[in-house]
């Protein structure tokens, strides 16, 4: 295993980072309590040099600043797997912009391999084994134990090697260029807080139901995260987006029916049943002026010149996924081709204005997208 230091005091993460600043490349990756928590927060931070790890205590620390400049250093190569989480958490708790990211599993798509998670590929690579159990484990109890330990240092310790070995492979492709702009576009994303109402814009299946269903659900969401931040633990823990649908869609008169219907079980109906009545009762109270309604997005009508483009385009995705070793739903997704099929671009200027595709997407695909319009009505 590689040798690591814990950082537990801001004059420690100093010296560290320090040390990692000499350094063009690290890995990193955090460790988080979202199975456990509330409100998910950032439980350990590993880094890793090509000689020795760091394991950075975050409850320990006051000043992040020095990791901050690690981070947003563009001299540094940082290297994540699958770090739009990371990104996110990076940005909740520091406000951290990182320079010159690379992300192991977005390379892996442009190299069209399909087992992409971590364990798999140190396994394929390296023949090392991780055990996915620690993925689950609760991450801000402490003491840590040893093996979580072992497991935090693992995480970190192959990431420089995967990256040399991805990098390598995509060179001799010609597309390290395009998994560079990927991982760019990734470094942009911020996080967004779901604990902010109306609940139900981010709930699945909300947008098909009707206004007065829609104020049901948005009752039962409040409940819901009122129990999960009083408990301090997670939302699906509470109760799941099934049983809240099913509820918000039925509107059953009392808890033995959330239990009789199986919307519920005996336990939850104890804790819950009786406020999930209250905010049933207190949505159909509403007068339908004061009903919520979901956000609608005016589609153009979809004609059948249009129709007939949105085929020609699906069957040139699945055409080029072959051809090129993609996924289809990577190489651009269903509302990209809609966009084009809509606007119907007749040059590569057409479709550069647009700015729907990225530069690796029209490097791949802009010719054959501007032909196959080109022979559509």
Known sequence: MLQFTFIESDADLVQACARICKHTIIGVDLEADSMHSFKEKICLIQIATCDEAFLVDPFTIDNFSPFVQVLENPDIIKVFHGADFDVRSLDREMGARIENLFDTEIACRFLNVRERGLAALLKDHFDVYVDKKFQKQDWSKRPLKSDMVAYSVGDVAYLIALHDRLVDSLAAMDRLHWAKEECEVLTLVRYEDNHAPPFFKKFKGAGKLDNRSLAVLENLLQVRMDMAEKKDVPLFKIMSNQSLLSMATTRPASAQEMVVKKMLSKRQAQMYGEFCQKAIAGAMALPHHKLPSYPRTVM?????????????????????????????????????????????????????????????????????????LARCS
Not at 304 to 310: E, K, T, V
Not at 326 to 351: H, R, V
């Open 300 to 372: 153009p009508r979809k004609t059948p010149a249009i129709m007939d483009r949105i085929k020609a385009l699906k069957k040139l995705r699945e055409k080029k996924s072959v051809s090129l070793g993609m996924e289809p739903g990577f190489l651009f997704n269903n509302s990209t081709i809609t966009d084009l099929a809509l606007e119907k671009p007749a040059t590569m200027t057409e479709l550069d204005a647009m700015d729907v595709l990225r530069n690796w997407q029209k490097d791949a695909l802009g010719p054959a997208i501007v032909d196959t």
